[in-house]
Every structure is written in C-alpha cells, then in structure tokens.
C-alpha cells in the first residue's frame, strides 16, 4: 500500500515549531502529543538559504533511534519541490512514563545522533530501557490520536499522518511483549477522564490494549497476555473477564469473576464488570445487587455510579435513576495533550491519485459562516468525560418517559426553587411548615412554575423576527402563520424551573432562624447538584431547536404535498425546506444525541445530497451496523476509508473493526467481491481491501472465506 502523502507546515522563524515543543514539555499530563518531524530544507541555488518545515505523526516504529532514522530517511527527497532537498532532521517522540522527549538528529548525509530531553531542555543519554518505554507509548498514541471515522480527530490537528503501529503477528508479539514488561507501571501514563485515579487496571495502558483487542479480534493473544499477568495480581482478572466476555468465553468469564471475587469482594472493577455482563443478559435484578456494592466499594468513582444508574433506567425505575446521576462525582475533563504550534506561515496539504475522489473532495473544515447562529450554540456539543456521559444518559431517560414525565419526576425528588421560597416564606412569617401544603395549583404547572409565567419564560432574544425559526430559513412558500406555529411549537416543550442547589442552601446568606426550621415538606427530597440543573437547561434548549425544526419540516411537508391552505399543484413543488449542509450535519448530531435516530439519518442524507461530511457519513454507516445491512455499509464505509487515507491517515481502529465484522458476518470473499462490485476506482477499492487484507493477516474469523 502507498503511504499517505507528506503535508508540510512551514515556520515563521527556524526550529520555532521545535522550541515550541520543548517548552510545553512541562505543561504535558498523559501520553503526550503525536510524534513531531522536523525537517531543514535547502534551496539547490542558494545553498544559504534555508526552511524550516515539520509534520506530526503517529504509529511509527519507536523502539530505536534505527527506526525513527529510517522513517526520515524516507522524507529525503520532495516530489512536488525539485528545487529544495532535506539536509538535516529531527525527530521527537515523548516518553509518557519517564516524561523525557526522545530525540534523533539525523543529518543528510552524515550521522545520526540520538538522545534525550527533560522538561527543563536538559540533554540526557538515550538507554534501552527509554527506548523500550518510548516504543510502548507511541504504539499507544497511534490508537489514542486516531479518528473514529468522523473527521473530528483529524480536523483538530492539522497535518498528521497516521500509520498502523501493528501490521502483523510478529508486531503483536513485540508490542503484548513490551506491554507485559512495563504493565505494573501503566498507572503512570494516566487513565481515562471518568477515572478519578489511575490504577492497575483502569489506566492509558489497559486502555490501549483493549481497544488493539476488539479492534482486530486478537482475542486468544489478550487472554494469554492477562493470564500470565493474573498469576501477578488477581487484580487483572477483571480485565481478563473482559476479555473472555468479549471472545464469547461467557462461562469462563463467570467462573473467573467468581473466583476473583471470592478472593477481593470489594474489588469495584471486579463488579462492575459482573454487573455490566448481568444486564446484558437481562437479570437486572442480580446486576443492581452488583453495582451497589460496587458503588460502596468505590464511591468517588465515577463509573460505578454511571452504571448504577444505567440499570436504574433499564429497570425503568425513573426517580432512582434520576437520584443516582445527581449523586455521580464529577471531573473535570483533561484534554489530550494536543501540540500547540505557533502560527505558521504557509501549509501545503498534498492529494495522491490514489485518495482522489470527487464525491469527497472538501476542505476538511466546514464554513460556520454558512450556519444560522441559533444552530451555533448547543452547549452539549463540548461536553466531554463525565458530563458527556451524564448528559447521554440524561437523553436515554428523556427519550424513554418525555420531557413532561422528567419534569414531573425532577419536581418529586428534587426541591423546586418556587416552593423553596415559598416555604420560606411561610416559616418566616411563623406558620408551621409542616402544616402548609405546597400543593400544585389549578393555574400551577408541574414544576411549580405558573402557566404564564412559563409562557413568558420561553421567550428567547433570539427566537424574534425572522430568526425564529431554526436557522432562520423556513419554506420558500407561504409562511404566514409561521410565526404561531412557530409559538406552538415552543409551548409544547415546557421550560424548566430551576432547582435549589446545595450551594445556594450552604451559601450562608439564609436567615439562620429560617434556614434552621423544620422544612418536613422536603424530608423526602434531595438538593439538585448545579451541574446537574445545568444539563437540564442545555436538555431543554436541545428539545427545542429539535420541536421546531421537525414542525417546521412537517409544515413544509404539508405545503408541499398540498394540505396546507389547498396549495397543490406547481404551487406545492416549490415549497422546500432549506439548510445549507453544515446545518443538516449540526441538526443530524443534535437528532442523534437525543436518541431519534430516524431524524438523524434524514438531516444526514441530507447534509451528503449537498457536500460530502465524514461526520454525516459516519452517521449513516453507524445506522447501517445497527440493522446488520453488509452491502449497504460498504458504500459509506469505502468513501470514509477514502476521506481517511486523503487526510493522511491510513489507519482508523473504528473502520477496521468494522470490516472485521463485516468479514466475520459476511466472509472475506464475499466482502472483496462486494468491494471490487462498485463503481468506485480501484485505487480506492484497494484502500478497502488493505483493512480487509489485515484482517487476514491477523487471521480474523471470516477471513478464510
């Protein structure tokens, strides 16, 4: 297979992007960023004259300065600049677990000088133990920085190529080797940002090989691995169970789990797996006896209560479910350790015939000009680690009961802010509190909140005018009673009333003789965490947006077939509903995060009928794997492969296990003659059939036929 091509970023001033580099050397956390190229360039007529230019890259071979001097050597010569030729090159690679950057100067022609640098810019020698310790990092980078399909990896750092560290059983055998060596010291490289501390088994190491795992089905090679690390420390046997889970080994897994546990009850890891593989399999009953005990086990971690609460939603138990995510502690997310370059001053990004595809030739970024300002600011869209994964499950309750229910349920379990006054009120005025019924009035909705007032509340500066309507272009015909259909729409999504949060309670501000009363109408209800109220005010404004653009989509619908006013005929055909492409992919992420995903596939055919999007693609392809259509995936799945291989990467875990399962559904005869059916290049056919030839080589079931 032909490597991607080479973008080039140029520097302002020579070796800033290096400098740059060093000094952020400090400021790193976890694995650290892609590897950095760093190349000097010669001009042929001006031998004095020389450029500064580098790239990032992931998956190269890190375990020598040998390796990284042979990928250089490969950048010697630029096919598109005859007039410049590579006279010297660094090389970094971070060491997460001695937190040292790993450094190879190759100069062209001459020697090749490796060594490393501290986070104070001091010069250290190079051992094979850092060597070994370096190989093993960046192996876990190539699949940490790698895309899942959707283009946001690769849109976020510009100019990275990206290889697959492990191409064969002999790479495997290095990799699990080094893994095995260097396991008990995982925890240094950090975990996960639902994990509040890493540890053994919750950690960027654990992590990585899971993931080289399921990716490639290498299932035998995993339960060997942890094994022979079990023998170490019963600890690993969750990781084991995983495994075997996931390689259909249910029975052994069960039996491990009971053994492990016999010897650590209160191992947290150890249950929640138990209590994750129980409700797989529907006796939730067993698995919420699980996941209580691993919740007491462990109660500052995340995870168990997430999956507490997940059961609860399962069981359909609502006010549970809601109680336990409000008990969830949450983190603060840490990004990856991205670089930070300083602004360069020209980028040539390359296209090689073999990625060319005219259906999904893009920029790789969209045009934010082209979207309507109300489509801009979701909040849900930035939240990451805990939040993401409380928002997701705060979705999944919404989309099971409606957001009627929820809020009937949050007013149960949680003290309102009206009637939190109102008490107040009363006690200060020396009634007894206990004797006042904060009952719902006729005119009262269930949030305590009055039916005007609520209708008053959903104005929204933004929502007047023109710009009512999501994204502010409607139907191109009649839109006379857009404006109160508009209304309509907004009043059947309630806005919700703000809770009393423990902040404002512990805020000292109370009247001490009030704040102290006996408040016996709230003995059975519980203080809402900020955070919490805060996602279900980002909750509300997604559920709007999302109300009004499928009544204005129905709308539209009946214009255009002739339902609305007698319109028919030619009049009906012209009525369209209009979005640019960015706002159907923004409107399709918004239908997916709130589980309607037949909305997500219309906006996303939609966004695709106008340019092509990974994110909407990926989308589809996503929908595709769910209703088990082989021949359906492989049209989405060759042009992400394509997009992929265009933007310099020839290796996306997400996408390869995806063929493996394809294959291993379908056959890998059949996936290749499907593949080689379509009409697409064959350039771009063989991208596929390289994923597809991995599978073979890593003897995937399926891939003998």
Sequence with gaps: ????????????????????????????????????????????????????????????????????????????????????????????????????????????????????????????????????????????????????????????????????????????????????????????????????????????????????????????????????????????????????????????????????????????SLLDVQAGFLKAKGRVDMALECAKRSVTAAPSEFGTWARLAEIYVHMEEWELALLTLNSCPMFTYQDKDAPRMPQPSRVYFPELPESMLDEINDDA?????????????????????????????????????????????????FVMEEEYRSERQVAAGGQNASTTALKGKSATSVNGQDQDEGKEGEEDPEDDGADSSVGGTTAAGPTEDGASEEAEAEDSIEKPEHTVTSEVVKSGSEDHDTAGGNYTQFQNKRLCERWLDNLIMVLYEDLRVYTLWRSEMARTELARTGGAGGAGGAGGESVQYRKSAEEWEILGELAERLHHPGSAIEAYQACLQMRFSPKAMRGILAAQEKTGDGKAMLGPLIRLIAWQYRWYSEFSPSLLYTIRKLIEDEGAVKVRSLIQATSLPQPVLDLTHHYAALCAAFRSSGSDG
Excluded at 66 to 83: E, G
Excluded at 141 to 158: E, N, P, Q, W
Excluded at 186 to 198: F, M, R
């Design 365 to 413: 970024v969209g045009d934010v000009e082209l979207v309507h300002p109300s489509l801009r600011k979701f909040q849900a869209t930035a939240y990451k680690g805990t939040f993401l994964k409380a928002y997701s499950l705060l979705t999944e309750i919404t989309a099971k009961i409606g957001w009627d229910r929820l809020l009937k349920i949050r007013s149960e379990v």
């Design 1 to 268: 297979m032909v490597a991607p091509a080479v973008p080039e970023i140029l520097e302002d001033n020579l070796h800033i992007a290096v400098d740059t580099r060093t000094e952020a050397l400090q400021t790193l956390r976890e694995l650290g960023p892609p590897d950095l190229v760093h190349l000097i360039k010669q001009s042929s007529k001006s031998p004095s004259k020389q450029t500064g230019v580098y790239h990032h890259v992931t998956g190269i071979d890190a375990s020598s300065s040998a390796s990284l001097a042979a990928y250089v050597n490969t950048l010697t010569y630029s096919s598109h600049d005859k007039s410049q030729k590579v006279v010297s090159a660094l090389y970094c690679c971070y060491n997460a677990f001695s937190r040292l950057d790993m450094r190879v100067q190759v100069t062209i022609p001459g020697t090749v000088e490796s060594y490393c640098v501290d986070e104070r810019d001091e010069k250290r020698p190079s051992t094979e133990n850092l060597w070994l310790e370096t190989y093993l990092c960046a192996v876990l980078r190539a699949y940490s920085y790698a895309d899942d399909g959707s283009g946001d990896t690769i849109k976020k750092i510009a100019g990275v190529r990206r290889f697959n560290p492990i191409t064969s059983t002999e790479a495997e055998h290095k990799f699990l080797d080094a893994a095995e060596r260097l396991f008990f010291r995982g925890w240094l490289l950090g975990s996960d940002p639902e994990i509040q501390v890493p540890n053994l088994v919750s950690n960027h190491l654990t992590s990585g090989l899971l993931t080289y795992i399921n990716t490639t089905g290498r299932f035998a090679s995993g339960i060997n691995l942890f094994e022979k690390l079990r023998t170490r420390d019963v600890e690993v046997s969750s990781l084991l169970a995983r495994v075997y889970i996931s390689a259909d080994e249910e029975v052994r897994a069960i039996s491990l789990l009971h053994e492990a546990i016999q010897q650590l009850p209160m191992d947290y």
